[in-house]
């Protein structure tokens, strides 16, 4: 019968983290046109300035997410072989995270055609700042969703 109760607890969290990742799609950090509204009051060259100090913040607040999910890890009341699987997996994803956002703001960069300077730096920017501020929220809701030891 306990594993029944153990079997249902683990579908319970799986089922939890789901849906957790599933709301961060739809409650993700600030998109990238609102991030450049949030900078538009400025010029050009201070907008610039703008979007790079909230890529800058993103990369922090990232950084944070995933020394989190890492200590949250470590906590997890799970056996260490599950424990160890995940946090390899981590550090997968973020190697893999961190080429998505370059292809992908790149590509959005692209889309910039013959801009010049401050226009094709300011989409790249706002790019890298909603793809962090995303993918730290993501880390923050899994870790959250961890019981501890």
Known sequence: MAQATNFEAN???FLGLAALC????LLAAPTNLAL????????????????AKKADESQQALTRAGN??????????????????AKTNLAKSNKVFARYREAQCGFLTSLGGGAIGNALEIGRLA???????NRAEQ????????HSR
């Open 36 to 51: 450049r509204e949030e900078c538009s009051e400025f010029s050009q060259g201070e907008m610039r300035e703008c979007l």
């Open 127 to 133: 790019c890298v700042a909603e793809l962090n501020g």
């Open 68 to 85: 989190s999910a890492v200590s949250a890890l470590t906590q997890w009341n799970e056996d260490d072989k599950y424990v160890r699987a």
């Open 139 to 146: 880390l923050r809701d899994a870790a959250s969703a961890l």
């Open 11 to 13: 579908e319970y969290h």
């Open 22 to 25: 599933f709301s961060t799609i």
